[in-house]
């Protein structure tokens, strides 16, 4: 996520690096590489003006103290204008009302009902609500068969009437149904089209017209970049939405999308997308991605996807284990299915302050813990709760039914050994330092 970006600015810095103070002549080549390198990332050359002058007017003459260098003042100066360019604070999400309406709308091919079926997930799980995902496209039965296969996935009704070519029907329709089936939430996913155009901009006008939604989000593909921001600039000036939607920033090495959108139109961006899985969406925190461009990290998110994904119960099970010297292949093998949750490896890591600029030439597979869980898989249910069992010949029988080599297999149990070692001496530790290593 925004790695070309990320690199150019931390080349801008460094030519700060050394000095004792911050003036117009050391700030003035700073400044032009971040203009370049926002305009290098899709941002319009205006607003990177803008910002870089509001940068410049912040940092000449500053004062370093407290033994922040030039280099740390400019980022933390960088990073606040960041957050402020994109919203400055998350906005909240309305679903009050029964039932809450929500109407998405956006180009084809943005990633909209993939979008809207994480978006009924979260509502689901996040914040216990009975969301209903409503079929509102008549114009491609592929998009009512995409919605179902989604709402079967994250086990949510779906509402769609194929033989009905009046859209606005539909969605009054799907809202009685909701009310008559202790729905609390609908969610209407629209028709999209290839480019904008009348038809399209009139009818989903009349949606919102006709049942009032109390959220309408404009979803946008975010590696458009600069197309992305003059397309949620037409829609808005038709629907006057309350937030957007940026998915696909997985695949987005740029972020002009989401630089500059919210000053283009004056609307905050609500959710961020990334990748397939219905789990795979976090609300907009601007200081947060702010912090991840500049490399800082973002422990916070980090947490709380570990938080929303270990159950509190079960993490004191295991602290129990641990003590005990009991952790487990079975635990083990639970807790990587908790981690595989909560998101891409790489985007977990790269949220780790210092770990994004190391790996981000590394190709870090979402199956890399594919080797390990076949190894386990390969196991008997007596040499998962008790691994002091598996001797040579289980070993090679473990090797064999893995498709793994012995030394493999060797090492794989040494480095299980030397981590509940780890676990047992960080439970001796005083005053609840030693906590769980998972889920506490």
Known sequence: MFESLSEKLESAFKSLKGEGRINELNVANTIKDIRRALV?????????KEFTDRVKDKATGEKVINAISPGQLMVKIVKDELTELMGGEAEPFNTSGTPAVILIAGLQGSGKTTFSGKLANYLKTQKNKKPLLVAADIYRPAAIDQLKVLGEQVKVDVYSDPENKNAVDIAQKAIAFAKENGKNVVIIDTAGRLAVDEAMMTEVANIKQAVNPNEILFVVDSMTGQDAVNTA??????????????????????????LSIKYTVNKPIKFISNGEKMDALDIFYPERLAQRILG???????????????????????????????????????????????????DLLGMIPGVGKQIKDLDIRDDAFKGIEAMIQSMTPQERSNPDLIDQSRKQRIAKGSGKKMEEVNAFLKQFDQMKQMMKMMNKMPMG????????
Do not use: P
Not at 40 to 48: C, E, G, R, S, T
Not at 323 to 338: A, H, P, S, V
Not at 433 to 440: A, D, E, I, Q, V
């Open 40 to 48: 290098d990332a899709d941002v319009n050359y205006k607003i990177a």
């Open 233 to 258: 600039a037409a829609f808005n000036e038709r629907l006057d939405f309350s937030g957007v939607v940026l998915t696909k920033l997985d695949g987005d090495t740029r972020g002009g999308a989401a």
């Open 296 to 346: 800082m990290g973002d422990i916070t998110s980090l947490v709380e996807r570990a938080q929303a994904q270990f159950d509190e119960e079960e993490a004191k099970k295991l602290e129990k284990k641990i003590r005990k010297n009991q952790f487990d292949f079975e635990d083990f093998m639970q807790q990587i299915q908790q981690i595989k949750k909560m998101g891409n490896m790489k």
């Open 433 to 440: 330092m030693g906590k769980s290593l998972f889920g506490r």
